[in-house]
């Protein structure tokens, strides 16, 4: 039987650092758990406008069809910044997003114990947190038509439009209560259907869904403007949250951020089934090339490394190496062991980017 394929487009900045610990932490799963995947590895961002003059070439677009999943690192650079937009590093990320088609982007926030003082909450709310936002990623405002900055009259008028069809909300759906059935089977869904006609549809259609196809899932639905209130207030009350575009963007980014650092923070974006029945699928973490520390062994690679344990559980269907993984990070931060990111006592010693990588790698040693 051949392996599973992995495609590694590292991109710029920290994404090679990082990437280089998630390479360790695929080498312990091939040698210690006979877990072995094919990797392919290929440039996107910088990196590919560097060497092929656009930040992202079919042939790569080829590869990334093709692979059992993609990771990615980051893309991004002050030395691109002055590029046509069509050629900037991040361009690649989003044309990889919409070849693709990966149309549900999942956000976890949780709170490993040992970093729940480093919330903005109190820790008897945030501690044991373990949600997960299911945001819809390919339509919604940030693409519906009509869209840009018309003249209208004597001043100018910016548009942008709210679009979404029954198919576009039944996919996202379907992702969400799929997950929740992992998961403690519940699924907020969040709009404005009382102020937003492309809302009303939503909750008809995730309704009509959950009835014929999800019944034995719990589902609730919340006004955004509520979501985000409850978010800070209980977010405990959540298991999974299904929301659109826009307001996935900034719920995400709010229960992300509930549970401490970005160097903690990984993602998933699902398309449709293969073949295989697993769904096309890209992991990445959620920070950035974060350039003012690359090259310096700073990075935390934290959130790449859980960014693959989702890949274990969601397109290698390793749940159970998945839980492996992300328990040896915790572990690990159990231990005091820390990059400079996770660091609040200036008088702290952090351990570099690597040094983080071999702690988890000896955690995974440990946990056997
Ligand atoms: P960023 O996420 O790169 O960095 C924000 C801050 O967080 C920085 O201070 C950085 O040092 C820190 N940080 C980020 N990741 C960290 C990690 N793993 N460990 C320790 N500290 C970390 O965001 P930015 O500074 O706004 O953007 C920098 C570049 O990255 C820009 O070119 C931007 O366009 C790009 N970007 C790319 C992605 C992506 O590839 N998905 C996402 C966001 C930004």
């Known amino acids: 039987m051949t392996n599973p394929s ?20 695929i080498g312990w799963f091939g040698d210690r758990r006979a877990l072995r995947f094919d990797v392919g590895e290929d440039l996107i961002g910088g990196a590919s406008y560097d060497a092929h003059g656009t930040p992202l070439t079919d042939a790569v677009i080829a590869k990334a069809q093709s692979a059992d ?65 299911v945001r819809e990623l390919t339509s919604g405002s940030y693409f519906g038509e009509p869209r840009g900055i018309f003249r209208e009259g004597n001043e100018r008028v910016g548009i942008n439009t709210q679009r979404y069809t029954e198919s576009e909300i039944a996919r996202v759906a379907r992702a969400a209560f799929g997950l929740a059935r992992q998961r403690k089977g519940k699924v907020c869904s969040m709009e404005k259907a009382n102020v937003m006609e492309s809302g009303v549809l939503w909750r008809e259609v995730v309704s009509e869904i959950h009835a014929a196809e999800y019944a034995d899932v719990a589902l ?25 575009n826009l ?27 293969m073949e295989n029945g697993r769904p096309k699928a890209l992991y990445e973490p959620v920070h950035g090339s974060a350039p003012d520390i690359a090259g310096q062994g700073r990075a935390n690679p934290s959130a790449c490394i859980l960014s693959f344990a989702m890949a274990l559980r969601y397109s290698f269907g390793q749940g159970a190496e998945a839980d492996r993984l992300e328990a040896a990070v915790g572990a690990v931060l159990a231990q005091g062991i820390r990059t400079a990111d996770l660091l609040s006592a200036p008088d702290a010693t952090p351990v570099s980017t690597a040094g983080m990588g071999d702690a988890v790698i000896a955690a995974l040693e440990a946990g056997l």
């Open 69 to 133: 999943a993609v990771l990615l690192g980051a893309v991004g650079g002050p030395q691109y910044d002055t590029l046509d937009f069509s050629l900037k590093p991040e361009r690649g990320l989003l044309r990889i997003r919409k070849d693709m088609d990966l149309f549900a982007n999942l956000r976890p926030a949780q709170c490993f114990d040992a970093l729940a003082d480093f919330s903005s909450l109190k820790r008897d709310v945030i501690s044991g947190l373990d949600i997960m936002i």
């Open 220 to 244: 609730s639905h919340m006004y955004a403007d509520n979501g985000a209130m409850q978010l800070v207030r209980a977010p405990r009350q959540f298991d999974v949250i299904l929301t659109d």
């Open 247 to 273: 307001f996935g963007d900034l719920l995400s980014d709010c229960a992300a951020m509930l549970t401490g650092s970005l160097g903690m923070l990984p993602s998933a974006s699902l398309g449709a089934p």
């Open 6 to 25: 992995l495609l590694i487009l590292a991109g710029d900045g920290i994404g090679p650092e990082v990437m280089a610990e998630v390479r360790k932490v």
